[in-house]
């Protein structure tokens, strides 16, 4: 079975420090890395994603890191604020649309 | 405006019963998916579609079947439901062309 491993299992920060979190595959062929977030009660919503072209990606406070070579990409959240609080998903797919495999989720806390 | 919907959005059964779970999405897309979602495990993948007509198997397909009669909609049939199938279901649409996953609301679905 194709895994992605999501690091830590969860994470408190406080507001206004980055939040690190941590995934890696096993499969060669991924080319779709998205991160999804989570709110409780609510559905994973697309936050951001990045394709091995690239090994940076960056969307306001949100950046992804790829290195290709490691199978690793992580998610790093700048300048954290309470309403970051949420469970986050890394995820991965091959090639025309196929099935997200997701890690298991890392919740953050972000403390005020 | 494009959406997923899922029906019912909570759902008790008993053990042993048949339980369908219904989803439909107006986004036009070909991929649908079904995933569960469990404390610890993250989302993980039980059955998916390209296209009207099409089901495939995902990770964990034991105990479960999936039909899609149209291009909208996608539905998850349990045939006899067991306590370990209690958790929250989400259903997905998404595109070939960019990868992107769109969850529906989720069911709760307890089987006692």
């Known amino acids: 079975q194709q895994q992605v491993r999501q690091s830590p299992q969860s994470l408190t920060v406080w507001e206004g420090e980055t939040a690190i979190l941590n995934c890696s595959y096993e499969d060669s062929t991924f080319d779709y890395f998205p991160w999804y977030h989570q709110f409780p009660g609510e559905s994973p919503a697309l936050l951001i994603a990045?394709?091995?072209?690239?090994n940076k990606k960056e969307d306001g406070r949100f950046t992804i890191f790829f290195n290709k070579r490691e199978k690793k990409f992580s998610l790093h959240i700048a300048d954290s604020q309470p309403g970051d609080s949420a469970t986050y998903f890394c995820a991965a797919s091959g090639q025309g649309g196929r099935a997200l495999i997701f890690g298991t989720g890392t919740t953050v806390s972000v403390s005020p | 405006e494009a959406a997923v919907t899922q029906s019912p959005r909570n759902k008790v059964a008993v053990t042993g019963g048949k339980v369908t779970l219904s989803c439909n999405q107006t986004n036009n897309h070909n991929n649908m998916y079904w995933y569960r979602q469990d404390t610890g495990h993250g989302l993980r993948l039980i059955h998916y579609s390209y296209g009207a007509g099409s089901t495939e198997k995902g990770d964990i397909p034991d105990g479960y079947k999936a039909s899609r009669p149209s291009q909208e909609n996608f539905s998850l049939i349990l045939e006899l439901a067991t306590p370990s199938q209690t958790s929250v279901y989400f259903c997905a649409s998404g595109d070939f062309r960019e990868d992107t996953q769109y969850f529906g609301p989720g069911t709760r679905l307890l089987v006692l």
């Open positions: 990045i394709r091995p072209v690239s």
